[in-house]
Every structure is written in structure tokens, then in C-alpha cells.
T-cell receptor, first 114, second 110 residues
Framework: NAGVTQTPKFRVLKTGQSMTLLCAQD?????MYWYRQDPGMGLRLIHY???????AKGEVPDGYNVSRLKKQNFLLGLESAAPSQTSVYFC?????????????FGPGTRLTVT | EDQVTQSPEALRLQEGESSSLNCSYT??????LFWYRQDPGKGPEFLFT???AGEEKEKERLKATLTKKESFLHITAPKPEDSATYLC???????????FGKGTKLSVKP
């Protein structure tokens, strides 16, 4: 099992450009999450999904969109990148059948917007 | 408002010098308190979940404990390979969403 994988690992964008980050999990988890991690701010939830075809906003959703067309994939889109979106992005997944809802994280995508 | 605060921000220990990391929290109804380990350049790795005051869990040199207001991660006789950032998180709501603290960066020198 690969667990949670993220593509790409690194990306540099210019202000105004768009891109999509891909998260894939092979654990058959229902729930998936996108976080951003900034120095001094900790991990903050951007959007999440509780199942195929569903999405919901987290703590910091502005400037991002998501889609969950397949259970194993969760896409994070930036339509018009801004320097404030420079961050490390982590995807996570969890299974509600686990009593604790522990989340399993991917390796991250480091995004720089110039 | 649900909140998680970790202290200290950074901790330097000598190998073998035991210590504790603190996670204080406020929550309307505790559904789970989580500890994660994060190595530089990697995603967080799940360590423990605690549900109720008095609960304890152990893994190798780590032991997590929980009271009604705080959780502690005790590190006994740490080794350099225990160096990492340790994150505390609180589960909120029914959908498993987590609120994370800012972490404690632990450095263990040989």
C-alpha cells in the first residue's frame, strides 16, 4: 500500500496562474482533507470531503476549490494564485469506521507563488 | 471556541534526559485528542488518540496522558532519532475534523 500520495512534490507559480494538486489514497478511506502549513501558524484545514461527490469548507477555504469525483482522489485547485498561497499543502484521509477518526497524511506539496 | 495551545515551542534535550511536552485545550465536548510526529519535509505521522481524562497510551519511549484541560507527551530517555516536531490536535464535530496546535520542536543531542 502506498497510503496517501500527493502530486507534485514541488511547484513554483507566478501570480495569477492556476494549478491543481492531486491527492490519491489506496486505503479505501471515506474522508479526505486538504491542509496548508505555514511557519508559526500550524496546520489549517482548507476543504474536506466525507465521500465521493461531496465537499465542504474548512477554516481557510478562500481562493481554493476542490473536487472529489472518485473516492480515492481529492483535487485542490488554485484558480488565480497569490503570493499569500505560498505554503506547504498536505492531504490526509481517514475512515469513519475507525473509532478515533485518525487521519493519515501524505508527504506534502511545497508551493511557491512569486 | 475550541482551541489547542502547545508549549514549549522548542525543547532541546540531551540524550537520556527525560521531559514532557504540554498541550492545553478548550473544547465544548471532547471527541478525541491526537498526537502526531512530523519530521522535516514530511507529513505528520499518527502516534496516539486519547478520549477521556485519566487515559494513558505508550509507544516505545513515548507516553501520552490526558486530563480535563491538558495532555502531556512524556519522553523517557530520548534518543537523537526522537528529534522531530510533535503536534497535538483536537477532534471537533462529527466528521473527524481536527484543530492542530502549532507544535513543539524537539531536538535531542547525543
Amino acid at each position: 500500500n502506498a497510503g496517501v500520495t500527493q502530486t507534485p512534490k514541488f511547484r513554483v507559480l507566478k501570480t495569477g496562474q492556476s494549478m491543481t494538486l492531486l491527492c490519491a489514497q489506496d486505503m479505501n478511506h471515506e474522508y479526505m482533507y486538504w491542509y496548508r502549513q505555514d511557519p508559526g501558524m500550524g496546520l489549517r484545514l482548507i476543504h474536506y470531503s466525507v465521500g465521493e461527490g461531496t465537499t465542504a469548507k474548512g477554516e481557510v477555504p478562500d481562493g481554493y476549490n476542490v473536487s472529489r469525483l472518485k473516492k480515492q482522489n481529492f483535487l485542490l485547485g488554485l484558480e488565480s494564485a497569490a503570493p499569500s498561497q505560498t505554503s506547504v499543502y498536505f492531504c490526509a484521509s481517514s475512515y469513519p469506521g475507525l473509532a478515533s477518526y485518525e487521519q493519515y497524511f501524505g508527504p506534502g506539496t511545497r508551493l511557491t507563488v512569486t | 471556541e475550541d482551541q489547542v495551545t502547545q508549549s514549549p515551542e522548542a525543547l532541546r534535550l540531551q540524550e537520556g534526559e527525560s521531559s514532557s511536552l504540554n498541550c492545553s485545550y478548550t473544547v465544548s465536548g471532547l471527541r478525541g485528542l491526537f498526537w502526531y510526529r512530523q519530521d522535516p519535509g514530511k507529513g505528520p505521522e499518527f502516534l496516539f488518540t486519547l478520549y477521556s481524562a485519566g487515559e494513558e497510551k505508550e509507544k516505545e519511549r513515548l507516553k501520552a496522558t490526558l486530563t480535563k484541560k491538558e495532555s502531556f507527551l512524556h519522553i523517557t530517555a530520548p534518543k537523537p532519532e526522537d528529534s522531530a516536531t510533535y503536534l497535538c490536535a483536537l477532534r471537533t464535530g462529527s466528521q473527524g475534523n481536527l484543530i492542530f496546535g502549532k507544535g513543539t520542536k524537539l531536538s535531542v543531542k547525543p
